[in-house]
């Protein structure tokens, strides 16, 4: 039972342009949601996190929009850069239990 | 401070063996969880253990166990190894106060022939 799914395993983008990665969640008691990085032969490393009090955090050029309504979220990255190209997993999680993540976006960003 | 250590990093085994995987989490962290990705099924909850205590499990079999040491390290078994458990086991450890974010090591690539 996939309690968090993200729907499009690849998404290419040209340099400069907005990257946008989705993620949706079936568990309406989730109160936090958070974004993972993964290169190649590297663990996941935190990228970005919102709780369900908030509908958009910001941090650079990463910002996360959460609709509980939709019980969906998304990743915009402005402007996506080739260093950007990597998975992309988001989570979700209540209280201080367990992650419960989604089966990972690949990003291509294009030169 | 370093990071979330994982031994071995790669290892190949043969059906029916079993295979123990190690987790130095970082230092001050008392929670330590344990991750199976797979292409396809993203990353899947094996186990989290805090204070030496299994707080939460995932939806495994049994032959899959671990357990976590008084210095915080973790260790995690698989018994019986069939060809579907091979996977990239991450480990990940987290301060218990916070709600969020855990630090993952870089993982051990276990192969099943």
């Known amino acids: 039972d996939q309690q968090v799914k993200q729907n499009s395993p690849s998404l290419s983008v040209q340099e400069g342009r907005i990257s946008i990665l989705n993620c949706d969640y079936t568990?309406?008691?989730?109160?936090?949601f958070l974004w993972y990085k993964k290169y190649p032969a590297e663990g996941p490393t935190f990228l970005i996190s919102?709780?369900?009090?908030?509908d958009k955090n910001e941090d650079g050029r990463f910002t996360v929009f959460l609709n509980k309504s939709a019980k969906h979220l998304s990743l915009h990255i402005v402007p996506s850069q080739p260093g950007d190209s990597a998975v992309y997993f988001c989570?979700?999680?209540?209280?201080?239990?367990?992650?419960?993540f989604g089966t990972g976006t690949r990003l291509t960003v294009i030169p | 401070k370093a990071g979330v250590t994982q031994t071995p990093r790669y290892l190949i085994k043969t059906r029916g063996q079993q295979v123990t995987l190690s987790c130095s989490p970082i230092?001050?962290?008392?929670?330590v969880s344990w991750y199976q990705q797979t292409p396809g099924q993203g990353l899947q909850f094996l186990f989290e253990?805090?204070?030496?205590?299994?707080?939460n499990k995932g939806n495994f079999p049994g032959r899959f166990s671990g357990r976590q040491f008084s210095n915080s390290r973790s260790e995690m078994n698989v018994s019986t190894l069939e060809l579907g458990d091979s996977a990239l086991y991450l480990c990940?450890?987290?301060?218990?106060?916070?709600?969020?974010?855990?630090?993952f090591g870089e993982g051990s690539r276990l192969t099943v022939l």
């Open positions: 990940a450890s987290r301060d218990s106060v916070s709600t969020g974010e855990l630090f």
């Open positions: 568990n309406s008691m989730f109160d936090y």
């Open positions: 919102i709780s369900s009090i908030k």
């Open positions: 989570a979700a999680g209540t209280g201080a239990n367990n992650l419960f």
């Open positions: 230092s001050g962290h008392r929670s």
């Open positions: 253990y805090f204070s030496e205590t299994q707080r």
